[in-house]
């Protein structure tokens, strides 16, 4: 490719926001498809841009034929004009090459395709010099595989002390992230990571560097997994405009001054590239916009796109309104939440009629007779520090022939959720509560969730429990579920937990510990969570050994300033054995339940199901380990973890190297779904991948997610307490569609919150410093996982103090040479060689554009040439531990 080829490639990929000039003929003067803003002598002769969608008989024909395709299409929002759908038979992402093809349907609509012609499939290539974002792509990690729970997230400290440290959030894994900036964004697409596997020998490039002068890049030579065409298709129907429609962006002047469009409207931008630029009425923008648009160069504002015909690239919008400055948190947290659909309004007044009255609340007698009374059992919660809405709390109860009792008892969300009331319409449209760093928004009303349903301690509540007789070993003996009645005698934080867990032997100091009532001792407590533990213990293992898979992920907690609520801080969240207490018995809970409920409505249980990972992208990442010395298999769930644990030492070096292939084996995982029973037929469709079970479902966060509240309302039929379900597959199926997409949703926002933070943590704190591990090479830059932050960044040598550099690949292996310009003339220039699993330096730089960073590689030793074999792996322990949280099983 010539240079002046390179430059158009390069501009067309970094058009912004809305398509790039190959679409169409027209360019911001377009029509914004308003007839009588046409000239009238163009009046039917504009060209259509795009085509008219198919009817809805013939896209139901054509599905049922198989000559159509339906799924949901997913933008890359590294490079907004490739698009794919999942394919129906597991193997490769059907490809959507354009604008044009994506036929104005935006990220997350469920679409139909027509496959184009073989001839018109394209061999996909990544190119090196795309700067739009760094790594992003999806990853769909659910909770149970990597961990994440979401309760974490309260602020009851921001009361009471300067320094309130909150924990990222992260949903069950389907991430994805437009903006790009977020940690738990994934490298994008195994075909960065394959290099060169069909190429022998080696393949070079080199190219000098000056001051003045950035090097021309040249688009990426590393071979693909594959050069076979990916199949191409084109949208004729969407099915269903999932995405809102909503998005947060900044106001331009159209280019054409002498236009009538020009008087007319205005042009939205968007901030998510893969929106496309709108039109807006300038009667909707501020007064004085047209006379002072520099004054609104930083202000966001929301639009909502009303509607785009065939003969305009651009969409028709309306502004909505005006958020404030770019950059700043509240602006741009609102800005999330509406692009993602989350309501954060108040609760009207018809909802908040169906909370109960008179306060405080006491539970009716008759109530308390229909229950299992637990009132003076040792039971207790163990949660974040900051939380407070606490769903769960456990108990263990040791038997006179060496078993144990345990309970898990849960929030009975469902007695104060009255089926068809108000609230339970609203909390079904919500589906699940949103984790930002700095808020939540609730699923239902505060009085529920931090008081009447909250498991607070010395207080009498409603539980629905599941009981089980265990063993040391932690086999099930009894199980016995039904709702009951307990009085939590302590809230417990974690850390609590973890120092009774490490001080087996020692009383801990009353003042180390949080209030414990009178009628229980902190001994029988500190007893109760050794017993609880050293059983979770037995049954992780035993977990493991039955086939289980865990990736986990790196996760930011931020530190944040109680006057200003900006980060003052963040570190990689420390995952512990009391995480994984808690996680064992809300797992073991939850596949008691589904059980239970599959068994008594076979045709009506809601469930959740994993399917195993995309075959094809996992194929291509073994050959890539494979090309690395390393072997890993991936024949099931189980292998791959084992595979995973054994490959890597506990050297520092080791242990990052894993974080990397962690990350990398995250990108071929599908999400886990929720469904109804009585849809889909093959049972063994209902496996959870990662968990390595038949059956699983969510019961233990019904105040957080609405999908457990229905589990609830099941599980109370089943054991007769209320009617049985009315209510068809189908129905069920819908509700569950939806809380799948409200939890993708939710999963989006708190990445972009986290970036969010992130990126004012760049600007306001930086430039930050870290070690890193190179995950992939290009031939004119590289990509690294940042490992004190979680960040997936790319470097760029041009953004570097060389001299020169060299491409080449070495056997399979790509390899960049990197030749350091010298701080003393006199010196001799350092060589650097990066490769994959390169440890190097990096710097997190602000850029100008609000809330962008990037990173730089940290100039190397004065002299001699660096090879990863001489590199002295540096990490830090607090670097290297495993983050997690209880995950939201």
Partial sequence: MSHSEYRLNSRSLGTPKGVSSAVGPHGAGASPGDKKSKNKSMRGKKKSIFETYMSR?????????????????????????????????????????????????????????????????????????????EAAYESDLPEELCGHHLTQQSLKGYNDSPDVIVEAQYDDSDSEDGHGNTQNVLVDGVKKLSVCIHDKGKEEASAQVTKDESTPMSPDTRGLPEKSPQRSAKVVYILEKKHSRAATGILKLLAEKNSDLFRKYALFSPSDHRVPRIYVPLKDCPQDFVTRPKDYASTLFICRIVD???????????????????????????????EYGVDFSDFSSEVLECLPRSLPWIIPPEEISKR???????????????????????????????????GVHIADVSYFVPEGSQLDKVAAERATSVYLVQKVV??????????????????????????????????????????TIIRSCSKLSYEHAQSMIERPSEKIPEQELPPISPEHSSEEVHQAVLNLHRIAQRLRQQRFTDGALRLDQLKLAFTLDHETGLPQGCHIYKYLDSNKLVEEFM?????????????????????????????KMLGDLVE????????????????????????????????ARK????????????????FCSGVLRDQAQFRHYALNVPLYTHFTSPIRRFADVVVHRLLAAALGHRERPDVEPHALQKQADHCNDRRMASKRVQELSTGLFFGILVKESGPLESEAMVMGVLNQ??????????????????????????????????????????????????????????????VLQAEAVALKYRAILKRPAPAGCLSPEDEEPGLEPEDTEPEDTEPEA
Wanted: hydrophobic content about 40%; overall charge negative; glycine content about 6%.
């Fill in 57 to 133: 008989e013939d896209v139901s024909e054509g599905l049922k034929r198989g000559t159509l395709i339906q799924g949901v299409l997913r933008i890359n929002p590294k490079k907004f004009h490739e698009a794919f759908i999942p394919s129906p038979d597991g193997d490769r992402d059907i490809f959507i090459d354009g604008v044009v093809a994506r036929n104005r349907a935006l990220n997350g609509d469920l679409v139909v395709v027509k496959l184009l012609p073989e001839e018109q499939w394209k061999v996909i290539k990544p190119e090196s010099n795309d700067k739009e974002t």
């Fill in 308 to 338: 785009w015909k065939e003969d305009s690239n651009f969409a028709l919008g309306k502004l909505a309104k005006s958020l404030g400055q770019a950059g700043e948190i509240e602006p741009e947290t609102e800005g999330i939440l509406t």
């Fill in 372 to 406: 299992r009374d637990l009132r003076k059992d040792c039971v207790f919660t163990i949660d974040p520090s900051s939380a407070r809405d606490l769903d769960d709390a456990l108990s263990c109860r040791p038997l006179a022939d060496g078993t144990f009792q345990v």
């Fill in 442 to 483: 609730p699923m239902l009303p505060r009085l529920l969730c931090e008081e009447l349903c909250s498991l607070n301690p010395m207080t009498d509540k409603l539980t629905f429990s599941v009981i089980w007789t265990l063993t040391s070993e932690g086999k099930i003996l009894d199980e016995w579920f039904g709702q």
């Fill in 587 to 615: 797992l073991l809970a939850n596949m008691a339940v589904a059980h239970k409920i599959h068994r008594a409505f076979p045709e009506q249980a809601l469930l959740r199901r994993h399917p195993p990972p995309q075959t």
């Fill in 624 to 655: 890539f380990c494979e090309q690395m010395g390393l072997a890993v298999d991936v024949s099931s769930a189980g292998a791959l973890n084992k595979s995973l644990t054994r490959i890597f030492g506990d050297d520092k070096y080791s242990l």
């Fill in 659 to 674: 974080e990397v292939l962690t990350s990398m084996f995250s990108r071929p995982m599908q999400m886990a779904l929720y």
């Fill in 781 to 842: 830059a590289f990509d690294v996982l940042v490992l004190r932050y979680g960040v997936q960044k790319r470097v760029y040598c041009n953004a570097l103090a060389l001299r020169s550099y060299h491409f080449q690949k070495v056997g399979r292996k790509p390899e960049l040479t990197l030749v350091w310009e010298p701080e003393d003339p006199e010196q001799e220039p350092a060589q650097q060689v990066i490769t994959i699993f390169s440890l190097v330096e990096v």
